[in-house]
């Protein structure tokens, strides 16, 4: 390609309404241009990169036997009908109307289409087990799209779905999906954690993220530096902190605490640790009637740590938390604690809540609660005299640095990070709301067992930028780089010497299969370096007049500090070792 017949647009300044780092260098860089809110142009600079993506992951796909199909944007409101969703999901959830006044959504997902492919066309376990995926446009109507790519409204994605007999069969089709996830990441380029991660509002059985490393990720990663143990925060077990409980060695004490409504004010008035404190968390739970009104409220009492945070996704897998559950309203707290917030405990309740408590607060003794009295706490309170023993013992916190790790390798670190992929282990979720069956050898039906696998193509732009910039601009990674090498020649206009090296490197570089940009656009050397270090091209090669009289070019990686002198004869090579590292 020459930068003549490309289409190269750069800015000094990032427009006010771009907020991260990758939103910023795309803009600034030309990749892409804002539409409407959430809504982007891709232009050919950011397409090539999209396309690179898109190759690699193509290429994984196919050699992981998985088959490439495509599954409309637009799709009919019944198939999400039967699994419920069309009215379980939100207003993300983009409904339109046909002339007819018959009912579509805009996809932003297609388990619903597959499976109805599947129960169709997959009628005997004879055509299992098999793997169709796709690569396309989604749309969810985010309510405050920002971050550029990171959190748009329409973005690309690859979706794989996998259908087999049994979880046995399922489960190896997930470990190959899983093993292409890690293939297709290594060719990336970039630093990334594979963790096991909440199934969340798709379902099933197992699931991992495939999560990129950088600093400005939403999402928090922990992982033990001594083994293989990772997890997203909402998943990582929390393991009692205590290895039994101890004797109660203080009498039960109600102790004046004014004004003293959070554990840390109550432990610092006492000077005592955070971690001698116990919170008290009120919940309630509703059970409807016929006509979906509220029939029986339960209240519960969860309670942590001082010194802990309440993990909501664990919550919700408590029994008879798993349908859902509010936090108690203040007419239902006082009702069954006879108190308002901030002094809540499970002591002297005037209602019976349910109570649950975290692995480690279930271990305590001598600890501190709330005396459901305003300004009052109780001191030296333990289980078995003081007060019952839990209704249920359950991991109800987040983990933090230094805890140690559930495989019993070391303790806990956390990092942050973009997730980009996800795998999951549907199970049968899909194909009993859809009743996709197949006939096994016996001639029954039954449900086929689904894999689901996704990764965010245009999402990865993004996060490679945030874990890969620095004060110049983008640094990408060689794979997915716009292009591979930028030839810069100085005075190409005025040098008949200059102009016959560039052509002649630049048709050799080509010849070699390596992905080549020549910049013929007589830019000046420094707005030429500076575009080249903001787009991300990873190696630039100068020619110039004074080079070439000593028989070298000047060869410089997008992280060197400097440029390096290289003889015009090695300049291949050094670009294909280069490029392989």
Same mark, same amino acid.
């Given at each position: 390609?020459?930068?003549?017949?490309? &289409? @190269?647009?750069?800015?000094?300044?990032?427009?006010?309404?771009?907020?991260?780092?990758?939103?910023?260098?795309?803009?600034?860089?030309?990749?892409?241009?804002?539409?409407?809110?959430?809504?982007?142009?891709?232009?050919?600079?950011?397409?090539?990169?999209?396309?690179?993506?898109?190759?690699?992951?193509?290429?994984?796909?196919?050699?992981?036997?998985?088959?490439?199909?495509?599954?409309?944007?637009?799709?009919?409101?019944?198939?999400?009908?039967?699994?419920?969703? &069309?009215?379980?999901?939100?207003?993300?959830?983009?409904?339109?109307?046909?002339?007819?006044?018959?009912?579509?959504?805009?996809?932003?997902?297609?388990?619903?289409?597959?499976?109805?492919?599947?129960?169709?066309?997959?009628?005997?376990?004879?055509?299992?087990?098999?793997?169709?995926? +796709?690569? %396309?446009?989604?749309?969810?109507?985010?309510?405050?799209?920002?971050?550029?790519?990171?959190?748009?409204?329409?973005?690309?994605?690859?979706?794989?779905?996998?259908?087999?007999?049994?979880?046995?069969?399922?489960?190896?089709?997930? %470990?190959?999906?899983?093993?292409?996830?890690?293939?297709?990441?290594?060719?990336?380029?970039?630093?990334?954690?594979?963790?096991?991660?909440?199934?969340?509002?798709?379902?099933?059985?197992?699931?991992?993220?495939?999560?990129? @490393?950088?600093?400005?990720?939403?999402?928090?990663?922990?992982?033990?530096?001594?083994?293989?143990?990772?997890?997203?925060?909402?998943?990582?077990?929390?393991?009692?902190?205590?290895?039994?409980?101890?004797?109660?060695?203080?009498?039960?004490?109600?102790?004046?605490?004014?004004?003293?409504?959070?554990?840390?004010?109550?432990?610092?008035?006492?000077?005592?640790?955070?971690?001698?404190?116990?919170?008290?968390?009120?919940?309630?739970?509703?059970?409807?009637?016929? +006509?979906?009104?509220?029939?029986?409220?339960?209240?519960?009492?969860?309670?942590?740590?001082?010194?802990?945070?309440?993990?909501?996704?664990?919550?919700?897998?408590?029994?008879?938390?798993?349908?859902?559950?509010?936090?108690?309203?203040?007419?239902? @707290?006082?009702? +069954? &604690?006879?108190?308002?917030?901030?002094?809540?405990?499970?002591?002297?309740?005037?209602?019976?809540?349910?109570?649950?408590?975290?692995?480690?607060? !279930?271990?305590?003794?001598?600890?501190?609660?709330?005396?459901?009295?305003?300004?009052?706490?109780?001191?030296?309170?333990?289980?078995?005299?003081?007060?019952?023993?839990?209704?249920?013992?359950?991991?109800?916190?987040?983990?933090?640095?230094?805890?140690?790790?559930?495989?019993?390798?070391?303790?806990?670190?956390?990092?942050?990070?973009?997730?980009?992929?996800?795998? &999951?282990?549907?199970?049968?979720?899909?194909?009993?709301?859809?009743?996709?069956?197949?006939?096994?050898?016996?001639?029954?039906?039954?449900?086929?067992?689904?894999?689901?696998?996704?990764?965010?193509?245009?999402?990865?732009?993004?996060?490679?930028?945030?874990?890969?910039?620095? !004060?110049?601009?983008?640094?990408?990674?060689?794979?997915?780089?716009?292009?591979?090498?930028?030839?810069?020649?100085?005075?190409?206009?005025?040098?008949?010497?200059?102009?016959?090296?560039?052509?002649?490197?630049?048709?050799?570089?080509?010849?070699?299969?390596?992905?080549?940009?020549?910049?013929?656009?007589?830019?000046?050397?420094?707005?030429?370096?500076?575009?080249?270090?903001?787009?991300?091209?990873?190696?630039?090669?100068?020619?110039?007049?004074?080079?070439?009289?000593?028989?070298?070019?000047?060869? %410089?990686?997008?992280?060197? !500090?400097?440029?390096?002198?290289?003889?015009?004869?090695?300049?291949?090579?050094?670009?294909?070792?280069?490029?392989?590292?």
């Amino acid at each position: 390609m020459k930068a003549s017949q490309f &289409f @190269i647009s750069t800015l000094k300044e990032a427009p006010a309404d771009a907020e991260v780092v990758s939103h910023k260098l795309m803009m600034r860089a030309g990749m892409i241009k804002r539409l409407g809110a959430g809504i982007y142009n891709y232009m050919p600079m950011g397409l090539r990169v999209i396309r690179k993506v898109e190759a690699i992951i193509r290429e994984e796909m196919n050699r992981a036997g998985a088959l490439e199909m495509l599954m409309p944007v637009v799709q009919p409101a019944e198939l999400w009908q039967e699994t419920g969703r &069309f009215d379980k999901m939100g207003p993300e959830l983009l409904r339109v109307k046909d002339r007819h006044g018959r009912d579509f959504i805009i996809q932003p997902t297609s388990e619903e289409v597959i499976t109805d492919v599947a129960r169709q066309e997959l009628r005997s376990y004879k055509q299992l087990p098999k793997n169709f995926y +796709h690569i %396309q446009t989604k749309f969810r109507d985010e309510r405050r799209p920002r971050f550029g790519v990171m959190r748009g409204r329409e973005f690309t994605m690859k979706d794989a779905y996998s259908f087999d007999r049994d979880v046995a069969a399922a489960t190896v089709s997930y %470990q190959g999906m899983f093993d292409a996830y890690k293939r297709i990441f290594d060719r990336f380029g970039l630093q990334y954690r594979a963790v096991a991660a909440d199934t969340g509002a798709i379902g099933g059985e197992i699931s991992h993220e495939f999560q990129v @490393i950088a600093d400005t990720g939403e999402d928090a990663i922990v992982y033990c530096p001594t083994s293989d143990y990772a997890a997203n925060i909402e998943l990582a077990e929390g393991v009692a902190l205590l290895p039994a409980r101890g004797a109660a060695s203080q009498a039960l004490a109600k102790t004046p605490t004014p004004g003293k409504s959070t554990c840390a004010d109550v432990a610092e008035l006492l000077a005592l640790p955070l971690a001698q404190t116990v919170k008290s968390l009120a919940l309630a739970t509703d059970e409807l009637n016929e +006509h979906g009104e509220i029939a029986k409220s339960t209240v519960w009492l969860l309670l942590l740590r001082g010194d802990h945070d309440l993990n909501e996704v664990k919550a919700s897998k408590v029994e008879g938390l798993k349908a859902g559950f509010r936090f108690a309203t203040l007419a239902e @707290i006082e009702d +069954h &604690f006879g108190c308002k917030p901030g002094y809540l405990g499970p002591v002297s309740l005037k209602k019976p809540v349910k109570v649950v408590a975290d692995r480690t607060v !279930a271990l305590m003794s001598d600890f501190v609660c709330g005396a459901n009295e305003v300004d009052f706490h109780l001191t030296g309170v333990n289980w078995g005299r003081d007060l019952p023993e839990p209704d249920a013992v359950a991991d109800l916190r987040n983990v933090v640095e230094g805890d140690p790790s559930p495989d019993g390798q070391g303790v806990l670190a956390i990092q942050r990070g973009i997730e980009v992929g996800h795998v &999951f282990l549907l199970g049968t979720k899909y194909s009993k709301d859809m009743n996709a069956t197949f006939l096994d050898e016996n001639g029954k039906p039954q449900h086929f067992v689904m894999g689901c696998y996704g990764i965010g193509v245009t999402r990865i732009l993004g996060a490679a930028i945030e874990q890969n910039h620095d !004060a110049r601009g983008i640094v990408w990674p060689s794979t997915i780089a716009p292009f591979e090498v930028a030839l810069c020649p100085i005075g190409m206009d005025r040098s008949e010497e200059v102009k016959a090296a560039a052509h002649s490197l630049y048709a050799e570089l080509q010849a070699a299969g390596v992905d080549v940009i020549l910049d013929d656009r007589g830019e000046r050397p420094g707005a030429m370096f500076a575009d080249w270090e903001l787009i991300g091209v990873p190696l630039r090669v100068v020619i110039s007049d004074r080079g070439l009289k000593e028989g070298q070019l000047e060869l %410089q990686g997008r992280r060197d !500090a400097e440029a390096s002198k290289v003889a015009v004869a090695d300049v291949l090579a050094l670009v294909r070792t280069r490029l392989a590292a």
